[in-house]
């Protein structure tokens, strides 16, 4: 059993929990079976184990409990970045639940995500200045009207890139969250079209959250990190956390099977 085959027992639709009919196979595991590796799965690699489930929107629970779980390795490890290691005390641990909840929220986009649109701020209308004809009427306040004049006025209008959603697609605009889009060069020397990984996202389907925001976050709790000293040093180091939610799923999923094998 894999981690994906275990979503469906969280959002079952009938009252057979399991992967298969039981005349299927004599070695079907039972629900009770798949619980219990659940539970022992989530006792050996409870950080991948809960990332993948908050990823997957089983659980808010599992979600903060993953997030939990990085800050805190992002604690033991901080020190070696010496930009992170001169933090006042009170200071670091949020810098570090920052950086674990940012982290959090780039491994767990996918092509199927949705963003803040960044027109509106996801407000859904933006603020747009429009000429409109108004009646022009005499200095001493008289009724009469004289003409017409046109008069610049700043009006709320609906949001053209989100459409009023407030949210856009996070899948790539090149590729459409299919990880391949046509090479140009290639296309044109060989007169048909080439398909290859989209330059744009490397491969991936979708835009990952730019470094700059998390930085941004932080600077509104201290002053002490530099934007250069953010890309030099700090981003590094952000990049790992990233990828230790990676390392920590694919840990959790050779114990699920090990478990149910």
């Known amino acids: 059993m894999n981690l994906e085959s275990t979503v469906k027992f969280h959002f079952a639709k009938s009252t057979m929990i399991n992967d298969s009919p039981r005349a299927t196979a004599s070695e079907t595991l039972t629900g009770t079976d798949v619980m219990a590796a659940m539970g022992m799965t989530q006792e050996r690699a409870a950080m991948g184990y809960s990332a993948f489930l908050g990823k997957m929107g089983v659980s808010s629970n599992d979600r903060e409990k993953a997030i939990a779980l990085l800050a805190q390795y992002a604690m033991t490890r901080c020190d070696r970045v010496p930009a992170l290691r001169k933090l006042e005390d009170d200071i670091k641990p949020l810098v570090m639940q920052l950086l674990?909840?940012?982290a959090f929220e780039d491994y767990s986009r996918s092509a199927a995500s949705v963003k803040t649109c960044d027109c509106c701020k996801g407000a859904g209308f933006i603020d747009a200045e429009v000429f409109?004809?108004?009646?022009?009427?005499?200095?001493?306040?008289?009724?009469k009207v004289v003409g017409m004049v046109a008069v610049k006025e700043s009006v709320r209008v609906l949001c053209q890139k989100c459409n009023g959603a407030g949210t856009v697609s996070a899948a790539c605009n090149d590729c459409r969250g299919r990880g391949r889009a046509m090479d140009k060069e290639k296309t044109r020397d060989q007169g048909v079209p080439v398909m290859d990984s989209c330059k744009r996202c490397s491969g991936r389907g979708y835009e990952r959250i730019p470094s700059t925001e998390?930085?941004?976050?932080?600077?509104?709790?201290?002053?002490?990190?530099?934007?250069?000293?953010?890309?030099?040093?700090?981003?590094?180091?952000?990049?790992?956390?990233?990828?230790?939610?990676?390392?920590?799923?694919?840990?959790?999923?050779?114990?699920?099977?090990?478990?149910?094998?």
């Open 100 to 102: 674990a909840t940012f």
């Open 132 to 143: 409109t004809n108004k009646h022009r009427k005499l200095p001493e306040g008289g009724l």
């Open 214 to 261: 998390a930085h941004a976050a932080i600077c509104l709790i201290t002053d002490a990190i530099s934007l250069d000293t953010w890309k030099k040093s700090v981003k590094p180091f952000f990049d790992q956390l990233i990828t230790k939610f990676d390392i920590e799923e694919s840990w959790a999923e050779s114990q699920l099977k090990a478990i149910t094998r």
